[in-house]
């Protein structure tokens, strides 16, 4: 499965690793399908690490809820590492603490190995994520201009257009 984030700088086509990490892959495409993500704000944005997204668009930037109303396990798997640009990650405070927040790394972060469910991977858009990168950050790493999730389409296929 893939699903592409419509953003204020463009598209972000991301292949979903469902067979990897079942239980995140539903909890993630249930919130793209159910418009969750819609006008959800980066709230932060740290250059060469990450870019971090996934709180509704009505809440404070602390909410991460997934679809069970709870927070739900890790599902780490040796093979799924964050070893390149464009890994897309589970954001949480803690082992077994997932919600609705999710990060896309702008370079490999070995150092979230064993910590953060990887669960998917940019298949398309590298000029957004270099947009992403160069967007201007506070003291806090938060983006000071306003960058939302405009929008997310949910494909059938990983390589459907």
């Known amino acids: 499965m893939s699903v592409t984030l419509h953003t204020d700088l463009g598209d972000l086509k991301i292949e979903v690793f469902c067979e990897s990490v079942p239980k995140t892959a539903e909890n993630f495409l249930a919130l793209c399908a159910s418009s969750f993500y819609k006008a959800s704000p980066v709230h932060r944005l740290i250059p060469s690490f990450m870019f971090q997204t996934g709180s509704p668009a009505s809440a404070s930037t602390k909410v991460s809820t997934s679809i069970w ?8 798997r040796p093979a799924l590492r ?32 064993g910590k953060n469910t990887v669960f998917g991977r940019v298949l398309e858009g ?3 994520l270099q947009k992403f990168e160069s967007v201007e950050v ?24």
């Open 69 to 76: 109303n709870a927070p739900f396990e890790d599902e780490i």
């Open 82 to 113: 964050h070893n390149t640009r464009g890994i897309v990650s589970m954001a949480n405070k803690g082992p077994n603490s997932n919600g609705s927040q999710f990060f896309i790394c702008f370079a490999p972060a070995p150092h979230l190995d």
């Open 126 to 128: 590298e000029d957004v």
């Open 138 to 161: 506070d003291g806090k790493s938060r983006p000071k201009e306003k960058i939302v999730v405009k929008d997310v389409t949910v494909h059938a296929n990983p390589l459907a257009g």
